[in-house]
């Protein structure tokens, strides 16, 4: 553990630590989604979806430290020093990262994830026409899903955005933490921060439903009450949109409904089939020419999918997606096939 005092989160300590000169000056030369900075080794970077050793660009135990003492208050130093793991954010010259700290063998870690803080228009991301059509919805949930990196922010971020720009509604959002700051256009917007502003998003959801709502975005969507009330927000007259690590709709569809004792999966089905609008799940993957591409999977809740949740009978929901193309529903192999036929993306030889 560094001996070193304390540092003051102050521009002239960041220009002192060699690291937050890694994080000001190579954005400028790569495209950057995530730092890897581990003591004892040269800085990583993730780009295009690769890893990339970087040469000349050493990071210690006492610089992590610093950065440590620097940007987290003496309490939640004490704590990652306890329980050797934290996720906090951090700021260098307008740009903003968020953070996850963690204990090696070597020393400390640090993970820092680079947040695009332009909000993002929905016409330059391409989602389908199908995700468009769904924010003419009133209540609700549409839950956006896939793997971390796979840019589930920035599609959620720009769906609230085109309903600032459209609707005039009371928007509040639940993150951890917050990535895209919105102005208020027509909407009024109300964001949170979990941590910050409040002790969970269980807890910032149940203050919501008092809050006078129209519109709730949940960053996460990972244990049984927030799922709960998330849910009951959907039917009571509001539009939720949330988040989950799932790889398809049906997995999705499974994890909420898992998420309930044994004894209330039932009641839950009937409420996932009645209130959810909408399940895009997606990828980034390799464009030819350089940079990445989203490839999407889409099921729209029609009647006969209702029925197929009521019933417990997800599997044949796959059926539904490959024949409803009428509906803008469409599965994550066709559209990748797609992409491919377009001669868009880089297949990798295993596929």
């Given amino acids: 553990m560094s001996d070193t005092t304390p540092a003051t989160n102050t521009e002239a300590f960041k220009t002192d630590n060699p690291i937050y000169g890694y994080l ?21 970077i993730r780009t295009n979806g690769e890893i990339k050793v970087l040469e000349g660009y050493p990071v210690t135990h006492d610089l992590l430290d610093d950065i440590f003492r620097a940007e987290l208050s003496e309490e939640d130093y004490e704590k990652f020093c306890e329980t050797k793991d934290i996720d906090f954010a951090i700021t260098v010259r307008g740009a903003r990262f968020r953070a996850n700290g963690y204990h090696t063998l070597k020393g400390w870690a640090l993970i820092m994830r680079t947040i695009v ?6 016409d330059q991301l391409g989602l389908p026409a199908a995700v468009h059509n769904i924010l003419k919805e009133k209540k609700g949930m549409v839950l956006v899903t896939g793997a971390t990196g796979s840019g589930k922010s920035t599609s959620l971020a720009s769906l609230i955005n085109k309903i600032n720009r459209e609707r005039k509604e009371h928007i509040i959002t639940i993150e951890d933490p917050v990535e895209f700051v919105h102005s208020e256009i027509n909407s009024i917007i109300s964001q949170r921060e979990v941590g910050r502003d409040t002790e969970s998003f269980a807890s910032a959801l149940k203050g919501a439903l008092r809050e006078d709502p129209d519109i709730i975005l949940l960053g996460e969507m990972r244990d049984y009450e927030t799922i709960s009330l998330a849910l009951t927000a ?12 799932t790889s398809g709709a049906a997995e999705t569809i499974n994890r909420i409904i898992d998420a309930f004792p044994a004894e209330e999966q039932p009641q839950a089905r009937s409420m996932v089939a009645s209130s959810l609008q909408l399940v895009m799940t997606q990828q980034l993957l390799k464009r030819k020419g350089g940079g990445r591409i989203g490839a999407f999977e889409v099921m729209v809740c029609v009647p006969a999918v209702r029925n197929l949740i009521r019933e417990d009978k997800i599997p044949q929901i796959a059926t539904v997606m490959q024949t409803g193309a009428q509906f803008g529903m469409i599965t994550m192999d066709k559209y990748v096939d797609e992409l491919e036929k377009q001669n868009l993306i880089i297949v990798d030889e295993d596929d």
């Fill in 24 to 44: 000001d000056s190579l954005p400028k030369e790569y495209r950057i989604s995530d730092f890897h900075m581990r003591s004892g080794s040269d800085l990583a």
């Fill in 117 to 122: 803080t332009e909000v993002p228009n929905i």
């Fill in 234 to 245: 959907a039917e009571t007259g509001h539009l939720v949109f949330g988040t989950l690590h």
